[in-house]
């Protein structure tokens, strides 16, 4: 039986839009954020004004500030925090997560520190077994429009088929189809590593570059991301899919995209720094560009926009200069390159 008691982990625009869909379901939704004050505000306004204005939760939403009271007879709990905060938010949980809830990870990243995806860093907290009832939510899905009832199609992804069914039937509704995969590393990295593309594809833009440039750069892009994703044991047929080519198709041209927006500052001529501040929210795709860049070193798998993009941010490589080395690099085969050769 579906569960009427969800707990959503997170005051974002993300998690907003969640708890706003759950609750449009017919849930009674406990939506969890950090202070105090931001819950009073979120239940006497039912507006989250910094992150999702215009959208006024529905009464089966309570927002509060204690963990124990959201958790408390959940059955379905939401992780919608950035992937920096997952490891913790997932220690100060589990002294109240009910044994019986299955997880829903709406967070899409890796972890800096460790490398890890943030299933493997669930684990390393929960235990192995708790990813039995662990599921990974990903795809096209711009919480402005999510919370707006537009037709947004995603995917969820878990070690077992019945947990991701579970997830399916109890997310979806008619405007939030779900579809199913069982490759949770593909869904995973697809999420992640989208982002990175994202903010070359601003850079692009900010630069001046044209429809050409961006087309390349996601195209060849999406090549980068199946490449590492096969060599870390995800199926290529998943970055065909919503959590791949959907994603990154959404995240590079969307006015909604917070990636995009900061290359295009940067590609403007802004600092990382300044290009954050203008941001004003998680850019995701800055931390996973460091993860993504040791990954391939280390495992020596090409990926020249993500290096290209990690010298930008990170060692102050001009982004004209960036393009450059990408167009001049030596010939090469389209057709090994899509078998990830």
Request: hydrophobic share 45%; glycine share 10%.
């Amino acid at each position: 039986m579906i569960s009427l008691r969800a707990a959503v982990l997170g005051g974002g625009s993300w998690g907003t839009a969640l708890a706003y869909l759950l609750a449009r379901k017919g849930y009674k939704v406990k939506l969890w954020v950090r202070r105090e004050e931001v819950a009073s505000e979120l239940n006497t306004r039912r507006e989250n004004l910094r992150y999702l204005p215009g959208v006024f939760l529905p009464e089966g939403v309570t927002a509060t500030a204690s963990l124990e009271e959201a958790l408390k007879g959940a059955e379905a709990v939401i992780f919608a925090v950035p992937s920096h905060a997952f490891r913790e938010v997932v220690r100060e949980t589990l002294p109240f997560l009910p044994p019986g809830a299955y997880v829903i990870n709406g967070a899409k990243g890796l972890e800096v520190e460790t490398r890890l995806r943030l299933s493997q860093v669930f684990a390393t907290e929960a235990g192995e077994g708790a990813l039995d009832r662990y599921v990974v939510l990903s795809g096209p899905s711009h919480a402005e429009e999510v919370a707006r009832e537009q037709p947004t199609a995603v995917v969820v992804a878990s070690r077992r088929w019945e947990a991701a069914e579970w997830a399916q039937e109890f997310l979806m509704c008619p405007f939030f189809r779900v579809y199913t995969n069982p490759d949770l590393v593909g869904v995973e990295l697809g999420g992640a590593l989208k982002n990175i593309i994202a903010l070359g594809t601003g850079i692009c833009e900010g630069i001046g570059f044209g429809d050409n440039a961006k087309a390349a750069l996601m195209t060849r892009g999406l090549t980068e991301i199946a490449r590492l994703g096969v060599r870390l044991g995800a199926n290529p047929l998943t970055f065909t899919g919503l959590a791949g080519v959907g994603d990154l198709i959404v995240t590079c041209t969307s006015r909604h995209s917070r990636n995009r927006r900061a290359g295009w500052e940067i590609g403007k001529g802004k600092s990382l720094e300044e290009a954050l501040a203008a941001v004003g929210m998680v850019v995701e795709g800055v931390r996973t560009t460091k993860v993504a860049y040791a990954l391939a070193q280390e495992l020596g798998v090409k990926m020249p926009i993500t290096v290209e993009t990690y010298k930008v941010l990170f060692e102050g490589l001009s982004p004209l200069v960036a393009a450059q080395n990408l167009m001049g690099r030596a010939r090469t085969r389209e057709i090994e390159e899509v078998g990830y050769c």
